[in-house]
């Protein structure tokens, strides 16, 4: 769904993080000190978002919920349309190439979209981004899943929860916003999860499941997207094409994501040095963790540390 996060410019929930070969944009979310790792939109064509930036194909590496409260349509993710009815929610999970070129120009749709990243909800901040895909708060970003519908009466519900988050979020500095849109968000994924199809229908791809199971053994030390490849006995292209391709994001990118989950965990449950936060992720020193930390978070490891203490 359309989302500020594909515009580049100050005060936007999101930045440009790369360029695919077929040149399609990849987003990263621009987290700002203090701030929860959520951003909301109510997306009505006809009216506040009538002058909406241009739109264009784009991918994103965090997660995105949609909700459509009235109108029709559709949009395309991964090359397949996807339908827009009053009622139903969509998740579009990193990495997804989504079109939504068709949406701008229907004549009525009023949704809302939420995106955000796993930290954002306590129950997750811990969680390896390996096992996003089995959680069930995350049931809906499942590639089994993915959609649905929401019953006309709890529908109001639905527009009330978003209407909150937005509101909390106009002024996320304000005494216990970080708890309510915590508590807020993780309702919306609750009752999402609950729309999904049962998670135990999907089948496990073999091929990932040994990719990340690889990854959960070795993090900790200065594995690189080659060393997994061979140890899996392919080679470092073809196996990050593969990763890719059945994933959505590529073989490094998880490595880093693994990484960086931890990081964030000792960070936040040990007063550990960042030397030694560095050695125990696969990082080479305390300078490049510091470095990696605030490309990725828009803060320093110390700074985000004492904003989690402190709230």
């Known amino acids: ?5 594909v515009e580049v410019s100050p005060g936007t929930s999101s930045r440009l993080r790369t360029l695919r070969s077929d040149g399609t944009p990849v987003y990263r979310y621009d987290s700002r000190p203090g701030v ?11 009216g506040e978002h009538a002058g909406f930036p241009p739109v264009h194909r784009h991918a994103h590496d965090f997660l995105v919920l949609v909700y459509v409260e009235d109108g029709v349509g559709s949009f395309s993710v991964d090359g397949t349309e996807w339908p827009l009815r009053p009622g139903q929610v969509h998740a579009v999970p990193p990495g997804q190439v989504i079109d939504v070129s068709a949406v701008i120009a229907m004549a009525h749709c009023r949704a809302w979209s939420v995106a955000f990243t796993p930290d954002a909800v306590p129950a997750l901040a811990a969680v390896s981004p390996l ?8 049931a809906m970003f499942a590639t089994e899943a993915g959609h ?5 009466p709890d529908r109001a519900r639905w527009s009330g929860w978003l209407a909150e988050l ?14 309510v849109v915590a508590g807020l968000l993780t309702r919306v994924l609750v009752a999402a999860a609950r729309l999904a199809p049962d998670a135990s229908a999907g089948t496990p791809d073999p091929l990932v499941e040994q990719v990340f199971d690889e990854i959960e053994a070795t993090f900790r030390g200065p594995i690189t997207v080659g060393d997994v490849a061979r140890a899996l006995g392919y080679t470092p292209g073809h196996l990050t094409t593969v990763v ?4 959505g994001r590529p073989l490094l990118e998880w490595i880093t994501e693994r990484r960086m989950t931890e990081v964030r965990r000792m960070l936040r449950e040990t007063d550990l040095p960042l030397g030694v936060v560095a050695a125990r992720t696969g990082l080479r020193d305390a300078t490049y963790l510091v470095r990696r930390f605030r490309d990725r978070y828009g803060v320093t490891p110390e700074r985000w540390r004492r904003n989690q203490r402190a709230g």
């Open 166 to 179: 937005s509101e909390e979020l106009a002024d996320p500095h304000r005494l216990g916003a970080g708890e």
């Open 131 to 138: 096992a996003w895909a089995t959680h069930p708060l995350l």
């Open 244 to 247: 890719r391709e059945r994933t």
């Open 148 to 152: 649905g519908l929401v019953a006309e």
């Open 36 to 46: 929860p790792p959520v951003s909301v939109v109510c997306f009505d064509a006809e």
């Open 1 to 5: 769904m359309a989302h500020p996060s």
